[in-house]
């Protein structure tokens, strides 16, 4: 999938699961972490060495798109970022199964249970299609605003709430 569809599906993830925004946005961000040994994605192209190394090593679309690597790099979040941010290791979990997820849409299929090789996919949608851009994208931008606009009425409730109590 592009890397703005993992964007937006992380986002979703992140807050769905913790119900927070920071989360939300710090899981958008983690949501690329997958396609780090991919020399030709978003964020491969910006972490080259790494990337070129990462697929010499591990392959594309191998370990770094199972469920151990999304523990692994959860427990990474949460030992560096923890500290800081007590979110990390969730929100990292969260965009990064999220990855996972819409990969999974992809014909290619993802190893979810890497190093057990069988690869799992819904075949519905290539990336880069017409299909992702005209259906996957709008759908999970939706989805985003909608969490938005409910976060934003939350807000207002409880602080409708604060302002009766006092
Ligand atoms: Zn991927």
């Keep these: 999938m592009l890397y703005r569809t993992h964007l937006l599906g992380g986002f979703a993830a992140g807050y769905l699961a913790t119900g927070s925004v920071a ?3 710090a899981s958008a961000v983690f949501s690329l972490l997958p396609d780090i040994e991919s020399p030709k994605s978003f964020i491969g192209r910006r972490l080259l060495p790494v990337s ?4 010499l090593v591990f392959g ?9 690597g999304a523990f692994l790099f959860a427990a990474a979040a949460h030992l560096f970022f923890g500290p800081h941010f ?4 969730v929100s990292c979990f969260a965009g990064y199964v999220s990855h996972l997820a819409l990969d999974s849409f992809n014909p290619a299929g993802v190893p979810w249970l890497w190093p057990y090789r069988k690869r799992f996919s819904f075949p519905l949608v290539e990336t880069g299609s017409i299909a992702e851009r005209m259906v996957v994208l709008p759908g999970l931008a939706g989805i985003v605003s909608l969490l938005f606009i409910r976060g934003f009425f939350i807000s207002v409730a409880n602080l409708l709430k604060g302002a009766v109590i006092r």
């Design 23 to 25: 989360c939300g946005t």
């Design 52 to 55: 070129v190394a990462g697929k």
């Design 60 to 68: 594309h679309r191998q370990a770094f798109h199972s469920l151990i």
């Design 86 to 89: 007590s979110g990390a290791g």
